[in-house]
């Protein structure tokens, strides 16, 4: 039996001492604004808020620190639950697995995370504008434990018009890395337009500094996404972790990057659109990104190539525990049970990606030549007839091949593609110009253009030239046909001279 030890008159200490528990929290860790201020616009997004400004300015005052201000047109709050808002841990929805919040911290959190005052305005219909603040130096010199009381206020004129909403202004910011508001809201925009690229494709309004935030997508799927033009490897793998009476949904999305297009881009501009140097795997809790990095890649170490594919993984709340969530919603530190589960499946795909777009990058060394016969091509084209005018029909099992080729001016085209055909090549009248597509499953690529092409020799390099120049010539001989009966026996012509080199060339 436990015997209670006097420890002087009615002497009780606090669980917390409020000004060190402040201070401490200023460190918990957010990486960068970016993430301090999502921890705001989450709020937002889970009032209901379909248009959010972010304001970043520099103050008047003469330390002249940036203010940020966070103003959506949410459902607001009422007095009570405005208190609560600034109280670490205050909030009706805690443990909430159903969106974006969950514990109650991200306002007092992310705020003092970056400043040292935090005032939040708030409105709903019929109701007039009620304020109040968290002031860690106010606090401290008071020593008090307790917010000051919720205010009615007049409408400040930097609250919007609208039927209700939010503003949330923090000032005094002490712990933002740019010193420049314009710097700052450069870098928010490009964050929070990945963070919140499935809010924005879903029609949300992000704005910082009065200009939109544009979707930035690094799987490059999303059509309106900041860069766009990758490609979705295979079907989402999709896991369901029973957890409870419920159960949990892991969507895991791969894509790859053009690098038949992307390739030759300067080292600076590949940086600049974060195909180098970035992180490839984006993970998305309840449609908003909350870490990138490489995970789940098992035994497999990270290497330049793995710079041009990307792999998503979205899960939903309920699996917080499995992936390690904290309050401060900025990374994962999955449980090894997950790693279990998905890990091997992840790994065989980046494996497989990895080898894909080594091929890629020799498939692109082989176009070379193809490059140099392409010049030669166009220089003795004004001594050649003009091609017949009129419109041409692609045919439909080439057409996404021949639409994703980079146009150009020159009478000729040619590039070298895993063809949906067995032709050794395929011929395309476009605008007047002659746009060849060389089969890479054809063993006339395989065994006499592509060793060519990719060998060091440049002799050999040569060779491949004018074996591309013979390939144009055949083309361009096909390409002068009118009549379509005419272009319908070359084409079959074409086809059977394909299937008969084939046959040969695996004799």
């Known amino acids: 039996m436990a015997t209670r030890v006097d420890s002087g008159p009615a002497v009780r200490p606090r669980l917390v001492d409020p000004a060190n528990f402040l201070f401490a929290t200023r460190d918990t860790g957010y990486k960068t604004t970016g993430l301090a201020i999502a921890e705001l616009i989450d709020n937002s997004l889970q009032a209901g808020a379909r248009h959010v400004k972010v304001e970043a300015a520099t103050a ?62 708030t409105w709903r219909p019929g ?13 401290v010199n008071a020593d008090a434990a307790v917010l000051p009381p919720v205010e009615l206020v007049e409408r400040p004129g930097f609250v919007p018009d609208t039927d209700s909403g939010t503003v949330v202004r923090l000032m005094r910011c002490d712990r933002v890395e740019y010193k420049r508001s314009s710097a700052l809201a450069r870098r928010l925009r ?58 949990g949904t892991i969507s895991v999305t791969f894509s790859e990057l053009p690098v038949d297009r992307w390739h030759a881009l300067s080292a600076q501009e590949k940086r ?25 890649m098992g035994g497999k170490r990270r290497e330049n ?19 390690g969530i904290t ?9 090894p049970e997950l790693w279990e589960i998905i890990s091997p499946d992840l790994e065989t795909i980046a494996r497989a990606l990895n080898s894909r777009v080594r091929n890629r990058f020799l498939l692109v060394k082989a176009t070379e030549p193809l490059s140099a016969a392409e010049q030669q091509a166009a220089r003795a084209d004004a001594s050649l007839p003009s091609l017949p005018r009129g419109r041409r029909p692609i045919p439909e099992e080439i057409k996404v091949l021949v639409d994703g080729l980079i146009r150009h ?22 605008d007047r110009q002659v746009v060849v597509l060389l089969n890479t499953k054809h063993p006339w690529y395989r065994d006499l253009y592509g060793p060519l092409a990719m060998s060091e020799s440049g002799r050999d390099h040569d060779l491949a030239r004018q074996v591309a120049l013979t390939v144009l010539a055949s083309a361009r001989a096909e390409a ?26 695996n004799a």
């Open 127 to 139: 109701t007039g504008v009620l304020w109040s603040r968290l002031d860690i130096d106010e606090l």
């Open 480 to 505: 002068t046909l009118q009549r379509q009966v005419e272009r319908g026996h070359a084409q079959q012509l074409r086809q059977t001279s394909a299937d008969v080199l084939a046959t040969f060339m």
């Open 327 to 335: 309050h401060a919603k900025q990374a994962i530190s999955p449980r």
């Open 190 to 247: 490009d964050d929070l337009g990945r963070i919140y690229r499935h809010f924005l494709a879903d029609g949300v309004s992000l704005q910082v500094n009065g200009q939109p935030v544009v979707a930035n997508d690094p799987l490059c799927l999303q059509p309106q996404s900041k860069i766009a033009g990758g490609t979705q490897f295979g079907d989402d793998l999709l896991y369901e972790i029973p957890v409870g009476s419920t159960v």
């Open 60 to 121: 008047r005052s003469a330390d002249r620190q940036i203010e940020i201000t966070v103003i959506d047109d949410g459902g607001g709050m009422d007095a009570e639950s405005l208190a609560e808002a600034l109280t670490f841990g205050g909030t009706s929805r805690f443990n909430d697995r159903s969106s974006l919040g969950r514990y109650g911290m991200g306002l007092p959190n992310g705020a003092l995370s970056r400043s040292r005052r935090v005032e939040v305005y």
């Open 409 to 430: 001016e020159a009478p000729y085209q040619i590039a070298a593609a895993e063809l949906p055909t067995m032709s050794a090549y395929e011929v395309v009248v476009r």
């Open 305 to 323: 190539y793995d710079d041009w594919w990307r792999c998503e993984i979205r899960f939903d709340p309920i699996l917080d525990e499995l992936f």
């Open 272 to 296: 600049t659109m974060g195909v180098t140097a970035g992180p490839p795997i984006s993970v998305v809790r309840a449609s908003r990104e909350i870490d990138r990095g490489w995970f789940f």
